[in-house]
């Protein structure tokens, strides 16, 4: 069962880039990297998924070494909005046989005007 | 497309009680998960549903149950509720399964056990 290690909080100031990263030394053969955002009083959100190498989508760019042992969830330009607490999920892609998913202890960012 | 949904929103309850707890998943999606979250143990995850059978279950005692209907809603159960017990319960719905697909998530159960 992977465990996954965070950061507890982060400051950022607005415009800046921001870079969050997620420990997880056990990481299975089969485990994904997942990220999530939550806002106060709902449920996370969906932000990126990666299994090794490089991702990118339209809000979030995401870091794997190549022995997986840990994720860095890059924000760019964060504004105000991006204030948050970000999850990093390690779970296994395959949907065969028995598995937890193991959600992180979060990250608080506080982005300052 | 209507998002998950998850009822009550809130709910107090009192300790030796049992409670359950609604989830309605996106349409089209068969895959339900339930997750605990406190301020000190974060999201945990309780148990995952597909086609009305527990297909995943994390550590929690058996007072924690679930089932999942023809429908993909889901109802959540625990018993002789404990303080510990309170936190905001997550539903998240998933196409097929939670490991392999995006989880999306309801708003959450505020339970209080006094």
């Known amino acids: 069962l992977a465990k996954t290690t965070q950061p507890i909080s982060m400051d950022s100031y607005e415009g800046q880039e921001v870079n969050i990263t997620c420990s997880h030394n056990n990481i299975a053969t089969n485990d994904y990297i997942t990220w999530y955002q939550q806002f106060p009083s709902q449920g996370p959100r969906f932000i990126i998924q990666?299994?090794?190498t490089k991702v990118t989508n339209e809000v979030a760019s995401l870091f794997i070494p190549a022995d997986r042992k840990s994720s860095t969830l890059s924000l760019p330009r964060v504004s105000l909005s991006d204030t948050a607490v970000y999850y990093c999920?390690?779970?296994?892609?395959?949907?065969?046989?028995?598995?937890?998913?193991?959600f992180g202890k979060g990250t608080k960012l506080s982005v300052i005007p | 497309k209507a998002g998950v949904t998850q009822t009550p929103r809130y709910l107090i309850k009192t300790r030796g009680q049992q409670v359950t707890l609604s989830c309605s998943p996106i349409?089209?999606?068969?895959?339900v998960s339930w997750y605990q979250q406190t301020p000190g143990q974060g999201l945990q995850f309780l148990f995952e549903y597909f086609s009305e059978t527990q297909r995943n279950k994390g550590n929690f005692p058996g007072r924690f149950s679930g089932r999942q209907f023809s429908n993909s809603r889901s109802e959540m159960n625990v018993s002789t509720l404990e303080l510990g017990d309170s936190a905001l319960y997550l539903c998240a719905s998933s196409l097929i399964s939670a490991g392999t697909d995006t989880q999306y998530f309801g708003p959450g159960t505020r339970l209080t056990v006094l």
């Open positions: 349409s089209g999606h068969r895959s």
């Open positions: 999920l390690v779970g296994p892609y395959s949907g065969a046989g028995s598995y937890q998913l193991t």
């Open positions: 990666g299994y090794k």
